[in-house]
């Protein structure tokens, strides 16, 4: 149940800013404020480590003055601090050169329908509580095999925030949003021998959020199948990104097809839109207003409506993803991404885990990645990996210290199935992704 009270007092502070930016001469503005709150707790071998409460407000106003901005930030809500924080801003935007892309989103394109999208489900919790959590999490994990040798530990969090955007077109809205975790990370083994994995859940409502004990033995049992892993010989073979990694593979095609990307143009998808990217059986779609999403809003960082669309269709780039300011630098228009993208959903096939195994028949199955070797400009890719070594549909034995190297264009490309093993825990929901083929570095 939304807090309207909390709303209308952060509207108040977004109205006297923008009302304290007219009153100083700026042509217009925009100003966004928030407060955040939450508890974090963790505990390692059975004692508690850190308990953290936090509660943090943000201020922020930017004006212009015609195709001049300037931007000032402040924590301080008091009458006089908003005007010296708009004070500044507007010096800023007096001494800044015209930048003919600046200015207010059109305001045909700013968003007049607020659905309920069920994002605030504050979690009573307290600080004991969460420890006993945290302590039981761990517990599971480290009692769930005799090889876990020792932990990193878990821990449990709960945050919950309002935020209020404005702007002198007449857009003023606010909404509140939630999310919770419980995560842990236990070693198994023992000398050089020695391996670590982890597991967490995360959720809007922490009704939904998997238990204390499966999180700790998801997070055991990954540890310990990975126990006795080893290199392999350099080669080419197909690769099975696990869902947790598929996402990333996704999030670099996203970025490579944000405005900024295109417009300084360091993208390796550069014009490209309308043409084939990937196999004709990929479908990514956006989908803003997905109840209880951990992405989901009704506008963007600019009030901007969001909508549910096609970002990639038959394996055709249907969209960029753009700001209202790279939306005209590109000479197009805001596609509601000021701040991000909202709730990436690839649509999924028809095959399971074991089903995508069985597909994959021999090759390597990634469950972790290390490094940032990926070339937004040129595709190039070059990760350090890990995970498993199948034959035949069936996991051999765990893998580790091998790089992992393609072109992002061609990976893309090359897609031989998704599965319908979907990762629900962030932004972009994916399972796992089959290629064709990487090249493999180890031994």
């Known amino acids: ?258 405005g900024s990307s295109l417009y300084r143009k360091s993208s390796f998808l550069l014009d490209s839109l309308d043409t084939q990217v990937m196999p004709d059986f990929v479908r990514i779609q956006e989908q803003p207003l997905l109840v209880g999403g951990l992405g989901s809003a009704s506008y963007d960082a600019e009030g901007v409506a969001t909508q549910a669309r096609d970002i990639v269709k038959d394996g055709v780039l249907r969209s960029y993803i753009l700001s209202t300011y790279s939306a005209r630098k590109l000479g197009m228009k805001s596609t509601g991404n000021a701040g991000g993208v909202h709730n990436i959903i690839v649509e999924a096939g028809d095959n399971d885990f074991a089903g995508m195994l069985k597909l994959l028949d021999t090759g390597l199955l990634v469950t972790e990645l290390m490094g940032q070797g990926v070339n937004r400009v040129t595709g190039d890719y070059s990760r350090g990996a890990s995970g498993f070594w199948v034959e035949n549909g069936v996991i051999q034995y765990p893998v580790q210290e091998i790089t992992i190297a393609g072109n992002l264009k061609t990976m893309l490309r090359n897609v031989v199935a998704i599965g319908n093993d979907v990762d629900l825990r962030g932004n972009i929901r994916v399972g796992s992704v089959l290629l064709e083929q990487m090249a493999i570095a180890g031994e």
């Open 1 to 258: 149940m939304q807090n309207q009270q909390e709303i209308n007092r952060l509207k108040d502070v977004v109205q006297q800013l923008l009302d304290e930016a007219k009153q100083q001469g700026a042509s217009a503005a925009e100003a966004a404020c928030s407060i955040d709150n939450g508890l974090s707790v963790s505990a390692r071998l059975g004692d508690v480590e850190t308990v953290e409460y936090h509660c943090d407000q943000g201020i922020g106003v930017t004006v212009y003055f015609g195709q001049k901005k300037g931007t000032a930030s402040t924590n301080d809500v008091s009458p006089d601090s908003l005007k010296e924080t708009v004070k500044a801003a507007c010096s800023i935007a007096r001494y800044a050169s015209d930048d003919e892309y600046a200015g207010l989103p059109d305001p045909d394109q700013l968003a007049t329908d607020f659905p309920e999208l069920d994002l605030y489900h504050p979690w009573g919790i307290n600080a004991e509580k969460a420890i006993g959590l945290a302590i039981e999490c761990e517990n599971a994990a480290r009692h769930y095999d005799a090889a876990i040798s020792n932990s990193e530990g878990a821990s449990v969090s709960t945050h919950q925030g309002t935020r209020v955007f404005g702007n002198s077109l007449g857009f003023l809205q606010g909404y509140q949003s939630s999310r919770h975790s419980i995560s842990c990370s236990v070693l198994a083994g023992s000398g050089d021998a020695m391996q670590r994995d982890y597991w967490y859940s995360v959720a809007r409502n922490a009704a939904l959020l998997e238990s204390a004990q499966q999180v700790g033995e998801m997070a055991a049992e990954r540890t310990v199948a990975r126990i006795g892993a080893r290199s392999l010989s350099t080669r080419q073979c197909p690769v099975m990104f696990a869902p947790e990694m598929a996402s990333g593979l996704i999030g670099a095609l996203l970025g490579a097809i944000s």
